[in-house]
Structure formats: structure tokens, C-alpha cells
């Protein structure tokens, strides 16, 4: 197989498998949270659960100060890395246009400089991050081995779409192609590792809320 049929083969099936176990996954998962259901409250209700479910979501996103100040590394670090997530995925030009062909439209992008510096950052933030896990006791004791496949599968994309992006070592087809591989590769891990916190972190909070409003406590 030549690198451009290679190339073909992971922009075409290899990445439309990727999607259908990525999305299978997620529904999985949801269906399994879903499915596990809510004991009936008996108690009387002394607030309302949407408007203080909605609220925790905010607030939880929003770390406090005594929070701030015992783990202003990971705080910060946590940060950094999030939002050049976001930036490097949606906010890239290529990035764009493959969304436009996926769901019929597309948005605004951001100066390529200004995407590629955010890449830098986000891989210097993502490797400070796993180097305070190794050598902090507390979180070096609670680590698992799908933490350490989770920032594996999270960085390699971010490695390399850089790498691709700037041609180095490879040809251009083989280098894209490797990256698609990276990306798909984390679709297909997403559903089924801590990853899949991305879309649960919403739902738990506001269930966390709801509940505490629902007792009139202050959430």
C-alpha cells in the first residue's frame, strides 16, 4: 500500500469506523448512566433543582479560593491545557473546514500563528502536568495506568498535528496520516476511559445541584 492509499484509507473507512465506535460509545454510555435511574424522593421539596443545578454547573466551574491556593498548579495547568484543547480543535483553519464537510457549516478561525503557539503551550502544559503526577506523592499513589493512557492518547494528536503541520522527518501524506491515526485513535478510546468525563462533568454537576437544591440546601 502506497502512502497516498494509506492516507485515503485513514481519511476514509479508518476514520468512519472511529466515528461509529466514538458515537456508539458515548450513547452507550449515556444509556448506562440513564438506565441506572433516581430513587424516588419522598422528602418535600424546598427549593428548585433546575435553577440550582444550573448554578453549580457555573459555580463548580469556578474554582474557589482555598481550592485555588492548595492546587494552583494543577488549577492553572488545567486550564492552559483545556482551552488550547479547544483552540488547536475548533478554532484551526483545516480543523474548520473538515467540520464544514462533516455538518454542513463552519465558523470563524483564528490567525494559524496564533493556533500553532497555542499547540506549543498546550504540549508544555500537558507535559508539566503529567510531571507534577510523577512526582507528587498523593497524586503518584491514586494514578492508574488509564491515567497515564489518557494523557498519552490526549497528547499524541497535539504532537503530531504539529509535527504534520511543519513537515518534519516525513512526507507531508505520511505525516497527515499519522496524525488522522492519532485523532481517530482517540475517538475510539473516548467512550470507554476517564476521557468520557468531558460530557458527564456537566450532567453530574447539575445532578449535584439539583439534588442539594431540591433540600433548600445552598450548593
Not at 9 to 30: C, N, S
Not at 42 to 51: D, F, Q, R, V
Not at 53 to 62: A, E
Not at 93 to 119: C, N, Q, R, Y
Request: no cysteine.
Amino acid at each position: 500500500m502506497s502512502e497516498i492509499e494509506f492516507l485515503n484509507w485513514v481519511r476514509g473507512p479508518g476514520f468512519q469506523i472511529a466515528i461509529i465506535i466514538f458515537v456508539a460509545g458515548v450513547i452507550i454510555r449515556f444509556a448506562e448512566i440513564l438506565l441506572l435511574g433516581r430513587k424516588p424522593n419522598l422528602a418535600e421539596a424546598k427549593g428548585s433543582e433546575m435553577s440550582s443545578g444550573l448554578r453549580t454547573i457555573i459555580t463548580r466551574s469556578i474554582p474557589d479560593k482555598g481550592t485555588f491556593q492548595r492546587s494552583m498548579f494543577t488549577v492553572v495547568a488545567g486550564y492552559i491545557f483545556h482551552l488550547g484543547l479547544f483552540i488547536t480543535i475548533f478554532l484551526f483553519a483545516p480543523h474548520i473546514l473538515m467540520f464544514k464537510d462533516i455538518f454542513g457549516f463552519g465558523w470563524p478561525s483564528l490567525p494559524t500563528p496564533v493556533v500553532d503557539a497555542m499547540a506549543i503551550v498546550t504540549i508544555i502544559a500537558l507535559f508539566a502536568v503529567l510531571i507534577h503526577r510523577m512526582r507528587n506523592t498523593v497524586l503518584k499513589f491514586i494514578s492508574t495506568k488509564e491515567d497515564y493512557i489518557v494523557w498519552l492518547v490526549t497528547i499524541l494528536p497535539l504532537i503530531t498535528g504539529y509535527i504534520a503541520f511543519h513537515r518534519i522527518g516525513m512526507t507531508a501524506p505520511t505525516l497527515l496520516a499519522i496524525h488522522i491515526l492519532s485523532v481517530e485513535l482517540l475517538l475510539i478510546m473516548f467512550p470507554f476511559t476517564k476521557l468520557m468525563h468531558t460530557f458527564t462533568i456537566v450532567m453530574s454537576r447539575w445532578y449535584g445541584g439539583a439534588i442539594s437544591g431540591y433540600r433548600g440546601v445552598k450548593s
